[in-house]
């Protein structure tokens, strides 16, 4: 595994397989996976298998974080590759109003300051 690779394991800390994913959202791992292939969310290749997990930060209860789809599209329209988009999610950003990282501002369901500086990186 690259350094890269494993800075951003660290960074975003806790992952879900796809079929965790599955469980955590009620789907089955085909239909998980598919949310993947769409670019619903994104995903990453962690730990010693090399297994293809999504941040479980994007999970709120038994449904996707309000916002993150999105944001994602904003982010990839702004040429971001899947994991410079990630890094950019999990990095705490000590500007923004509520103290952490676009996640943790997704979390606090302040999706537009998110998406306004997500779309800021286009230019």
Known sequence: MTDAASDL???VGEWLSIPELGDALGLTQRQARRLVDDKVVLAHRVGPN???CVPAAFVEDDHLLTGIEG???VLLDARLSDAE????LFTVDPTLPVEGSPVTMLQAHRKAEVRKRAAELAF
């Open 9 to 11: 394991e660290t960074l």
């Open 50 to 52: 090399n297994a293809l």
């Open 71 to 73: 944001t994602i599209t």
């Open 85 to 88: 988009a990630l890094e950019w």
